[in-house]
Antibody, heavy 120, light 107 residues
Framework: EVQLLESGGGLVQPGGSLRLSCAASGFTFSSYAMTWVRQAPGKGLEWVSTISGSGDTYYADSVKGRFTISRDDSKNTLYLQMNSLRAEDTAFYYC??????????????WGQGTLVTVSS | DIQMTQSPSSLSASVGDRVTITCRASQGISNYLAWYQQKPGKVPKLLIYAASTLQSGVPSRFSGSGSGTDFTLTISSLQPEDVATYYCQKYNSAPFTFGPGTKVDIK
């Protein structure tokens, strides 16, 4: 059974940093692209970042230069390092396993999400 | 960047009705389109990928069509458990933008 468990969310001041983790199990982690999607409370889905199975990375313009996606295939874990956080980054952050190793594919499994709140 | 729009933004229909949601890309994306369902308080669920391929386990009343810039998601016979917000997402190339969503409820 595929399981994705996010952690690392919390309350942080504007300008601060957080690192989100997504622990994966139930599939061959290294063979699949992974993605982060966020959703502000009461709002729609926003794509944040994707990393392919080979390590190519992609970012939304809204987070480029501030967020870094990475993966540790030895630990079956996906990360999102978030720096220079802004109030508009407040959202639930979901990790998702994509259908293939390529970055361009639908997300067929999703974690339960972790809430990031940026506020003073 | 390619923009994704959806219409309508919300709809109310009766149980058993045929429901159609439209997603439009500002430029052609071939068939690199996915549809997701998000029920209230739940995480998104992949319904359809490659514009028309049903994800395993998804009821056959859901179908997708389209290519290029215009896509549709159809629910052939709306059921109470289909109350949700539906999102399209392009994945031909980054950014992998989602549409704004269509909220579906029961009349």
């Amino acid at each position: 059974e595929v399981q994705l468990l996010e952690s690392g969310g919390g309350l942080v001041q504007p300008g601060g940093s957080l690192r989100l983790s997504c622990a994966a199990s139930g599939f061959t982690f290294s063979s699949y692209a992974m993605t982060w999607v966020r959703q502000a409370p009461g709002k729609g889905l926003e794509w944040v970042s994707t990393i392919s199975g080979s390590g190519d990375t992609y970012y939304a313009d809204s987070v480029k230069g501030r967020f870094t996606i990475s993966r540790d295939d030895s630990k079956n874990t996906l990360y999102l390092q978030m720096n220079s956080l802004r109030a508009e980054d407040t959202a639930f952050y979901y990790c998702s396993k994509l259908r293939s190793s390529a970055a361009g594919a639908g997300g067929n499994y999703w974690g339960q999400g972790t809430l990031v709140t940026v506020s003073s | 960047d390619i923009q994704m729009t959806q219409s309508p933004s919300s709809l109310s229909a009766s149980v058993g009705d045929r429901v159609t949601i439209t997603c439009r890309a500002s430029q052609g994306i071939s068939n690199y389109l996915a549809w997701y369902q998000q029920k209230p308080g739940k995480v998104p669920k992949l319904l359809i990928y490659a514009a028309s391929t049903l994800q395993s386990g998804v009821p056959s009343r859901f179908s997708g069509s389209g290519s290029g810039t215009d896509f549709t998601l159809t629910i052939s016979s709306l059921q109470p458990e289909d109350v949700a917000t539906y999102y399209c997402q392009k994945y031909n190339s980054a950014p992998f933008t989602f549409g704004p969503g269509t909220k579906v409820d029961i009349k």
